[in-house]
Structure formats: structure tokens, C-alpha cells
């Protein structure tokens, strides 16, 4: 391992990997689920309703809900 200091160690523009899934300090509150803010989520879905979404990309209506639940 060599000793010397790393320079501009911090991560600072770089990019940790392309995804659908997550962005981090692009818009609104800094992070977003498949483009909706992580703080509205919160507030307003249920968990199983953000795994939906995680998982399949879109929030579900109350039948796709239902069947993930089940």
C-alpha cells in the first residue's frame, strides 16, 4: 500500500452506478424511488406500496396491492 495522501478523496461527481431504482441530489429533496420524492412516499404510501414499486417500477392500484399483499 503506498503512503502518500489521496488527493479530492471525496466522491463529490462521481457516479456510483446507473439505476432506475434510486437518484441521489438531482432533484427536489436530493432523493427519489423510481422518480418520486423519498419524503412523499413517506408521507403518503404504504410500505408494501414502495416495495411495489421498487420491485415492479410503477405504484400499484388497489387490485395489484391486494394481490402483492396476498
Do not use: W
Not at 19 to 48: H, N, Q
Request: charged share 25%; net charge positive; hydrophobic share 40%.
Amino acid at each position: 500500500m503506498a503512503d502518500k495522501p489521496l488527493a479530492g478523496a471525496g466522491l463529490r461527481g462521481q457516479s456510483a452506478g446507473a439505476t432506475a431504482l434510486c437518484t441521489v441530489g438531482k432533484t427536489g429533496s436530493g432523493l427519489t424511488y423510481r422518480g418520486f420524492d423519498i419524503k412523499e412516499l413517506a408521507e403518503k404510501a404504504k410500505f408494501e406500496e414502495v416495495a411495489y414499486l421498487l420491485l415492479k417500477g410503477k405504484l400499484p392500484n388497489q387490485a395489484e396491492l391486494d394481490h402483492y399483499i396476498a
